[in-house]
């Protein structure tokens, strides 16, 4: 069992800069791997970023060279540095977590625990 908790959300400037925080429980969560998603209203949740266990990293296209995911196995928490911020990011963003698999995985229904969410808006 995992257990995830975002921070960090709140509202910035078009072409600013936020760093959200996915912390994780258990003595296991170095052998997940986690994705941020993002929901905006009236939409899907879609795919954002990920990190598996072995630190392999992949981006959405639509974030790709703007956003940065890594981790901190010591304390247990996921970041995603997200730079140059446009108005089209603002949604809620999630963290999850699936255990280790040779796959990346981008379908949210792969993820098994999520956390409660952190709001993300983006002001022109």
């Known amino acids: 069992q995992v257990q995830l908790v975002e921070s960090g959300g709140g509202l910035v400037q078009a072409g600013g800069s936020l760093r959200l925080s996915c912390a994780g429980s258990?003595?296991?969560?170095?052998?997940?791997?986690v994705g941020w998603f993002r929901q905006a209203p009236g939409k899907a949740r879609t795919f954002v970023s990920i990190i598996n266990w072995r630190n392999a990293t992949w981006h959405a296209d639509s974030v790709n060279g703007r956003f940065t995911i890594a981790r901190d196995n010591v304390q247990n928490t996921v970041y995603l540095q997200m730079n140059s911020l446009k108005p089209e990011d603002t949604a809620v963003y999630y963290c999850?977590?699936?255990?280790?698999?040779?796959?990346?995985?981008?379908?949210?229904?792969?993820?098994?625990?999520w956390g409660q969410g952190t709001q993300v808006t983006v002001s022109s």
């Open positions: 999850a977590a699936h255990p280790a698999a040779n796959s990346i995985y981008t379908d949210p229904s792969k993820f098994m625990y």
């Open positions: 258990g003595r296991t969560f170095s052998t997940y791997s």
